[in-house]
């Protein structure tokens, strides 16, 4: 059996094809940049993009099951071309958010959701909450100068580890009884902005400061159209932080990983000790 990744250098990526080369999978690993995709030998790496469908024909042939990285322009296409080259099962790295969403919303989760359903193929979708690696955004920050500027320290979310999403998405890809399955991940604690920040501090063994911003500080501290930041993106993310500030979470906690795997999720602690190198 061959199992086609996408987005095979992604952060969930890279364990999908881990877990899958553990488990004595042939894999097959998409890159729009094989050159510099670093990944192990094991895997076959193929060349292709998601945003232009007519460039996974070649990685797409022989392949039986796929793990979908979401691009929700291009999945329509993407899940037929896959159904007409044999693929049976598809595995979707979505979003808690997807929730949230309405079934015929352009550019989110369920747009992916929703083509993949619709196929006809197996499905599961993993809806993984706020990944644990969003931190690594704030790398350069705890790095240089051990500190992390950021609205709504009281903000609560429950990190997820990268591992965590991988090693579900691995097992619904190779196991049985995984179709039709929503998957609702989250992290095994629910944490504030600020406890997060002080436990990354831990990992590392020095202090990181936590400068809680004003929204109007974020927005003139984030603007930077170049790189994509504009007011839109600015509304969203004050909107998406905002959201679970002084309450429980915008996510609930979710027993699905302890179902499957026997084990609590990853905790943050251990997610920052993965990471340490990352921040020091
Ligand atoms: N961040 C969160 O809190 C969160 C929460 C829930 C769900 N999610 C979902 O998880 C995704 C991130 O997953 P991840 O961390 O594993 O991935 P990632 O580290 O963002 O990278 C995914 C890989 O996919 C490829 N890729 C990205 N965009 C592409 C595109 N438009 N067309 C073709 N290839 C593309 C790139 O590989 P190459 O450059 O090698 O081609 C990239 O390395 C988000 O995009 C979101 O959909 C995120």
Redesign the pocket.
Same mark, same amino acid.
């Given at each position: 059996m061959t199992v086609l990744v996408?987005?095979?250098?992604? @952060?969930?990526?890279?364990g999908v094809v881990a877990e899958l080369l553990r488990a004595g999978v042939r894999v097959r690993a998409?890159?729009?940049?094989p050159e510099s995709?670093g990944l192990p030998e094991g895997a076959e790496v193929v060349r292709?993009?998601?945003?232009n469908p007519e460039s996974l024909a070649e990685a797409l042939k022989g392949v039986e099951r796929m793990y979908l990285?979401?691009?929700a322009e291009t999945a329509r296409e993407v899940v037929a071309m896959a159904r007409r080259a044999g693929v049976r099962r598809i595995v979707v790295?979505?979003?808690?958010?997807a929730e949230e969403e309405a079934d015929d919303e352009e550019g989110g989760?369920r747009a992916v959701e929703v083509a993949v359903q619709e196929s006809g193929l197996e499905w599961t979708l993993a @809806?993984?909450?706020?990944?644990a690696?969003?931190w690594l955004d704030y790398a350069a920050d705890i790095r240089d100068k051990r500190e992390v500027r950021r609205p709504f320290g009281e903000a609560v979310t429950r990190p997820?580890h990268?591992a965590d999403?991988a090693l579900v998405a691995a097992r619904a890809l190779v196991e049985e009884g995984h179709a039709g399955q929503i998957y609702v991940l989250a992290g095994p604690e629910a944490l504030t902005v600020a406890e997060q920040v002080r436990l990354i501090g831990e990992a590392i063994g020095e202090e990181v400061r936590f400068v809680e911003l004003t929204p109007e500080q974020a927005r003139a501290e984030w603007y930077d159209p170049e790189q994509g930041v504009d007011h839109e993106v600015i509304d969203w993310l004050l909107d998406l932080y905002g959201t679970s500030a002084g309450g429980s979470g915008r996510v609930p906690g979710s027993d699905t990983f302890e179902r499957l795997t026997g084990r609590p999720p990853t905790s943050f602690a251990r997610w920052a000790a993965d990471h340490a190198h990352d921040f020091r």
């Open positions: 996408t987005g095979a250098t992604g @952060r969930v990526g890279r998409l890159t729009r940049r995709a292709g993009d998601l945003e990285f979401p691009v790295l979505s979003g808690a958010l989760y @809806r993984p909450s706020e990944f690696a969003n997820t990268e999403i």
